[in-house]
Structures are given as C-alpha cells and as structure tokens.
C-alpha cells in the first residue's frame, strides 16, 4: 500500500509557474512508477505526465509537453511537476498516482493523492 499527499496548487497568472509535489509514505517508493493526471470541471480525468521508477524515462501529454516536467527524488519519496508557462487551459485539479509501469491510462495506476487545485487567470 502506498498513501500519497499532493501539494503545491495555487492561483497564478497565465504564462506563470507552478510546481507540484507528490509525497509518498508505505511500500518502497522506488518500486514505483509514478504519474500525474488532471481533471477539469465537467471532464474526464486526463493523463499529463509520467515517469519510470528509476526516472530514467519521463512521457507527456502532447498538450504539456516542452512546458511540464516530471521529476522523482527517491530519497525524498517525493515525485514533482515543474509547471511553466502556464495556460488557463490548464485549470484543474491536478493527481498524483502510482503503478507497477507507467501509463497514460488511470486504470494502470492503484494509488491515487487526494488532488491539489491549479488555477490560471487569463
């Protein structure tokens, strides 16, 4: 079992930044493969990032990418999303999640944080 708390949500202006943490407490963080999806009022979940358990391999959303990026620390049990240039389109809640492999599906993943709200004002 893995608990995860999400953090780091705000209000920020477009073309702003924002970085989000995941910290991780239970089974060995480092057996896991983490990821961050969003979801908007009145949409589905969507994928955003995701990143291997070593960290060796990040993939991203074609909306997110050159402007996102997924990091871990395992020695922190901490994963990050460095948020740039963002976009009111980017407007969600904003999940960490965790798996066995990464994926750009949220029934891959078996833990989930409780969200963290990003806003960005036009």
């Known amino acids: 079992q893995v608990h995860l708390v999400d953090s780091g949500g705000g209000l920020v202006p477009a073309g702003g930044s924002l970085r989000l943490s995941c910290a991780a407490s239970?089974?060995?963080?480092?057996?896991?493969?983490m990821g961050w999806f969003r979801q908007a009022p009145g949409k589905e979940r969507e994928f955003v990032a995701a990143?291997?358990?070593?960290?060796?391999?990040?993939y991203y959303a074609d909306s997110v990418k050159g402007r996102f990026t997924i990091s871990r620390d395992n020695a922190k049990n901490t994963v990050y999303l460095q948020m740039n240039s963002l976009k009111p389109e980017d407007t969600a809640v904003y999940y960490c999640?965790?798996?066995?492999?990464?994926?750009?599906?949220?029934?891959?993943?078996?833990?989930w944080g409780q969200g963290t709200q990003v806003t960005v004002s036009s």
């Open positions: 999640a965790g798996g066995r492999a990464i994926a750009a599906v949220t029934k891959n993943y078996d833990y």
């Open positions: 239970g089974r060995t963080f480092s057996s896991v493969a």
């Open positions: 990143i291997t358990q070593s960290g060796g391999y990040t």
